[in-house]
């Protein structure tokens, strides 16, 4: 008599043990890919920042200062200042900087002498038009975007060939900002604050030497990050690289008084310009134009301007921040900051 022998298989709750081991094991994980492929971004975030800072000890060893965060903007209104000094250009920082972050091949071709932007809503006269330098100041550019920034890359144009605030020509959303202390694109030159204790690195038509900084480059930062698009309160909001429109390029930390900082002078502007500051406890999180910040947990990458990048962290003391962005308020850092 031939004995058949019972093939052997899973049962129904051996089965659903499994699938349940399998998920716990999924579970435990994907945080774990997840944290490492953010400290991968992070990483080359922070690569970005370091070719950024060695581009502008470059500009520096070649003009013996740093560039201007924007160069004749439309938004200072001033026709003299204008009429005197070349018109309206718009023309931003980043543009300045295309060879000394092995972009020369843009440089060669770009016209530095007319506008990225039409921008002069207050009806200055502007250098040629925004088509001229169509296809280069609109260029996408790996070392101006981070790689945890969702909106950068983001394509907008907005009153092409007109004159208004934010008038631009498919200009490309990026990452980056340039430290300007107390001042955005409607301020005036930034030799005009020589003696303003708010005047940080980058300007209007002009920016600082290394003798300038007498906080110290390890004291005080160049660049930041910022998220724009859906992440500012307007989608209009900067960073925007090489078009020089509206909040295109100033990293902004206000402060009360022209002549010193407190604690006090500080804590009125601590919710609304502090990293990742939500304006006006906005229930979605966004932040306002100018405003340094980032897509990294709890914080945002800076490159200083002796080229060392640090995270600064979101809930720092905003007087430490603005000791930070002024380039000598002669004030010593907290040891823990």
Same mark, same amino acid.
């Given at each position: 008599?031939?004995?058949?022998?019972?093939?052997?298989?899973?049962?129904?709750?051996?089965?659903?043990?499994?699938?349940?081991?399998?998920?716990?094991?999924?579970?435990?994980?994907?945080?774990?890919?997840?944290?490492? &492929?953010? $400290?991968?971004?992070?990483?080359?975030?922070?690569?970005?920042?370091?070719?950024?800072?060695?581009?502008?000890?470059?500009?520096?060893?070649?003009?013996?200062? +740093?560039?201007? $965060?924007?160069? @004749?903007?439309?938004?200072?209104?001033? /026709?003299?200042?204008?009429?005197?000094?070349?018109?309206?250009?718009?023309?931003?920082?980043?543009?300045?900087?295309?060879?000394? +972050?092995?972009?020369?091949?843009?440089?060669?071709?770009?016209?530095?002498?007319?506008?990225?932007?039409?921008?002069?809503?207050? @009806? %200055? /006269?502007?250098?040629?038009?925004?088509?001229?330098?169509?296809?280069?100041?609109?260029?996408?550019?790996?070392?101006?975007?981070?790689? =945890? #920034?969702? =909106?950068?890359?983001?394509?907008?144009?907005?009153?092409?060939?007109?004159?208004?605030?934010?008038?631009? &020509?498919?200009?490309?959303?990026?990452?980056? %900002?340039?430290?300007?202390?107390?001042?955005?694109?409607?301020?005036?030159?930034?030799?005009?604050? =020589?003696?303003?204790?708010?005047?940080?690195?980058?300007?209007?038509?002009? $920016? $600082?030497?290394? /003798? =300038?900084?007498?906080?110290?480059?390890?004291?005080?930062?160049?660049?930041?990050?910022?998220?724009?698009?859906?992440?500012?309160?307007?989608?209009?909001?900067?960073?925007?690289?090489?078009?020089?429109?509206?909040?295109?390029?100033?990293?902004? %930390?206000?402060?009360?008084?022209?002549?010193?900082?407190?604690?006090?002078?500080?804590?009125?502007?601590?919710?609304?310009?502090?990293?990742?500051?939500?304006?006006?406890?906005?229930?979605?999180? &966004?932040?306002?134009?100018?405003?340094?910040?980032?897509?990294?947990? @709890?914080?945002?990458?800076?490159?200083?301007?002796?080229?060392?990048?640090?995270?600064?962290?979101?809930?720092?003391?905003?007087?430490?921040?603005?000791?930070?962005?002024?380039?000598? #308020? @002669?004030?010593?850092?907290?040891?823990?900051?």
């Amino acid at each position: 008599m031939t004995i058949q022998k019972s093939k052997s298989a899973f049962t129904l709750v051996e089965l659903l043990v499994v699938i349940a081991i399998i998920g716990i094991l999924v579970g435990l994980l994907l945080p774990a890919v997840q944290a490492a &492929r953010e $400290a991968a971004r992070r990483m080359q975030c922070s690569n970005n920042l370091k070719q950024l800072g060695l581009a502008l000890h470059n500009y520096h060893d070649t003009f013996k200062t +740093f560039p201007p $965060a924007l160069l @004749g903007s439309g938004r200072y209104n001033s /026709a003299s200042y204008h009429a005197a000094h070349g018109g309206v250009k718009n023309t931003t920082g980043w543009a300045l900087l295309l060879p000394f +972050f092995e972009q020369s091949t843009i440089a060669d071709k770009y016209n530095y002498d007319v506008c990225s932007s039409s921008s002069s809503p207050y @009806g %200055l /006269a502007v250098v040629g038009d925004d088509s001229i330098n169509d296809g280069l100041y609109n260029t996408r550019l790996d070392v101006l975007e981070c790689p =945890s #920034d969702p =909106s950068a890359g983001r394509v907008w144009s907005v009153e092409v060939g007109g004159t208004g605030f934010y008038s631009r &020509r498919d200009a490309i959303q990026t990452s980056y %900002l340039f430290s300007t202390g107390g001042f955005t694109d409607y301020s005036a030159p930034w030799e005009t604050y =020589s003696s303003d204790v708010r005047q940080g690195v980058f300007g209007n038509d002009g $920016a $600082a030497k290394f /003798a =300038s900084m007498t906080d110290g480059t390890s004291m005080t930062i160049a660049i930041g990050e910022a998220t724009g698009g859906p992440f500012k309160t307007s989608s209009s909001y900067g960073p925007w690289g090489m078009t020089g429109t509206h909040t295109c390029c100033h990293g902004y %930390l206000p402060g009360g008084s022209s002549t010193e900082l407190t604690q006090a002078y500080a804590a009125s502007y601590t919710q609304n310009w502090s990293i990742n500051g939500a304006y006006n406890n906005d229930s979605l999180g &966004r932040t306002y134009a100018w405003v340094f910040g980032s897509k990294h947990p @709890g914080g945002a990458s800076f490159v200083y301007a002796d080229g060392s990048v640090h995270l600064l962290t979101e809930t720092m003391n905003y007087m430490t921040l603005q000791q930070l962005g002024y380039i000598r #308020d @002669g004030q010593p850092l907290p040891s823990d900051y």
